[in-house]
């Protein structure tokens, strides 16, 4: 692959400065990172009015502001990215709305450091990470049947296309100007998604029913 890897690029959304920064600082030591943060949602709007962020890592609790204000006015703003829930705790009917709202997940700060960049990796490539303590929303949503989330976003989309189109994982990478790595993982998401097992089943199934998402 020619040329560098596209970056993760991430904001981080804080009122509490020494965490804020504790936590950037980590962040930023990992490679495949690009990391900005701030205090208030203001100040993210403006943030990613002028950038574009693959995941925001967000508070639950901002002071005056919640998480639940961000999520509905981002997507109306054109945030195409995750949204993560870092935070210390939040109730069972907050963590239930934030889901319905389509937060990429829930992670709890009491939590290590190295499950955190892991959960970024994964919810950037399309997958949705809940704290155990949070796995019954799932669970509920499975036993309901309520409809999910729309099914692809749109680097997932990007690559399923290719994948139709018969690239291997190394030419989409360089289509796309990310790491095979994360292509892979992308993929994997796919995977989950669909219910399949190999990449013939999924451009199977995603001709027969999933046209519409691609």
Not at 9 to 26: I, T
Not at 113 to 131: F, H, K, M, N, P
Not at 143 to 150: F, L, M, N, W
Not at 190 to 212: H, I, M, N, P, S
Request: charged share 30%.
């Amino acid at each position: 692959m020619t040329g560098a890897a596209q970056p993760i690029r991430v904001l981080l959304v804080d009122d509490h400065a020494l965490f804020r920064e504790s936590v950037a600082r980590v962040l930023a030591a990992q490679d495949d990172f690009r990391i900005e943060h701030c205090a208030s949602l203001r100040e993210a709007f403006q943030r990613l009015a002028r950038d574009r962020f693959d995941v925001v890592l967000l508070d639950h609790d901002l002071g005056n502001e919640r998480a639940s204000q961000f999520l509905p006015a981002a997507r109306e703003a054109g945030f195409e990215g995750h949204a993560l829930i870092v935070t210390a705790w939040v109730s069972d009917t907050e963590a239930r709305r934030l889901m319905r709202q389509g937060a990429a997940g829930i992670f709890l700060k009491q939590s290590p450091l190295d499950e955190l960049i892991e959960s970024i990796r994964a919810v950037a490539a399309g997958e949705t990470r809940l704290d155990p303590a949070f796995s019954f929303i799932g669970e509920e949503a499975a036993k309901s049947g309520r409809a999910a989330p729309p099914v692809f976003n749109e680097r997932q989309r990007r690559v399923l296309r290719f994948v139709l189109e018969g690239l291997s994982n190394k030419e989409i990478a360089w289509k796309l100007q990310i790491s095979e790595s994360y292509v892979k993982a992308i993929l994997q998401s796919l995977f989950q998604k669909t219910g399949v097992r190999t990449r013939g089943q999924l451009v199977r199934v995603a001709f027969e029913q999933y046209e519409d998402e691609i």
